[in-house]
C-alpha cells in the first residue's frame, strides 16, 4: 500500500522514526480520530491501553497521559508517557505535535516504566488532486528508557508505527460518516 517507514540518527535527539502514508479518508476524519476523539485510541490501537486527557490548556494544548501495551512477545514491558500535546491546522495542513512532560497530579504508575516521546509529531495534508484521501508522515522520538537493546527498540518502534498506520484505516473505515 506504499507505506514508509524510516529511520535517522540526529544529534541532540537522537533516532527518529518517520512513517509516511497515505489513508483512504478525507482529513477532517483523520483529524477528528486522532484529537476530538483521542481518548478512544485504546478501543482500536493493541498498542495503546489507555489515553487520558489530564488538563486543557486552551483550545488546542493537552496535557495527556498515555499508558502503551506491552510489545507482543513481552519483549518491552508496559510504558506510560506525559506529554503536552497541540494540535494545529493552517489552511489544509494539520499539525499535531508533542513532548514528555511532567504533571505532578500523574506520578509514575506501579507496574509500568515512565518512558519520554519528542519531540514528535504528526502532519496530516490532503493528497494533492484527491482531496478524499489524506498524506500522514509521523515523526517518532521515543526514550523507551530501561535495559533494552537498540535492536529491540529499533523493532519495535517502526513495527509500533506500521500497526499504527493499518489499524487506523481499519477504524476510519468503520466510523466513515459517523
Known amino acids: 500500500n506504499g507505506d514508509k517507514v524510516l529511520s535517522k540518527v540526529l544529534p541532540a535527539v537522537g533516532k527518529v522514526f518517520r512513517l509516511e502514508v497515505v489513508v483512504e ?8 480520530e486522532l484529537v476530538d476523539r483521542m481518548e478512544q485510541m485504546g478501543d482500536w490501537n493493541p498498542s ?3 489515553v487520558k486527557i489530564l488538563r486543557r490548556i486552551g483550545r488546542d494544548t493537552l496535557i495527556t497521559h498515555e499508558k502503551a501495551a ?3 512477545g513481552n519483549l518491552v514491558g508496559p510504558r506510560d508517557f506525559v506529554s503536552v500535546r497541540c494540535a494545529r491546522r493552517r489552511g489544509s495542513t494539520c499539525v499535531l505535535a508533542g513532548v514528555a512532560t511532567e504533571f505532578g497530579a500523574m506520578p509514575e504508575q506501579k507496574g509500568f516504566v515512565r518512558a519520554e516521546n519528542g519531540p514528535t509529531c504528526m502532519v496530516l495534508r490532503p493528497v494533492s488532486g484527491n482531496p478524499s484521501h489524506t498524506k500522514l ?5 521515543i526514550d523507551l528508557k530501561g535495559w533494552l537493546p537498540k535492536t529491540i527498540i529499533n523493532q519495535v518502534l517502526s513495527q509500533t508505527q506500521v500497526d499504527f498506520a493499518e489499524r487506523l484505516r481499519e477504524r476510519l473505515a468503520r466510523t466513515a460518516g459517523t
Open 48 to 50: 495503546v491501553q489507555e
Open 25 to 32: 479518508q478525507p482529513l477532517d476524519a483523520v483529524y477528528c
Open 70 to 72: 506491552a510489545a507482543p
Open 137 to 141: 508522515t509521523w515523526l517518532l522520538s
